[in-house]
């Protein structure tokens, strides 16, 4: 399990955002970020941020960007 931190900074990273942007929007260093990567790349056994990404939309932690049009 993810904490609500790592879920946040997932969350973030998944929408396409920096580290040094996730950094400021959260309030905290780029450093604390990349250390929330580095456990988030380690509890789900991934490789990168694109892995991460693809994880987060494919387990609904956030929505597609793509809008189907009705």
Request: hydrophobic share 40%; aromatic share 8%.
């Amino acid at each position: 399990g993810l904490t609500p931190r790592e879920l946040e900074i997932l969350r973030l990273v998944s929408e396409g955002h920096s580290n040094a942007q996730v950094a400021r929007t959260l309030w905290v260093t780029e450093q604390t970020v990349k250390f929330h990567l580095t456990n988030i790349y380690r509890k789900l056994n991934l490789a990168n941020r694109t892995e991460a990404a693809r994880y987060a939309y494919q387990h609904g932690l956030v929505e597609s960007p793509l809008v189907e049009i009705a």
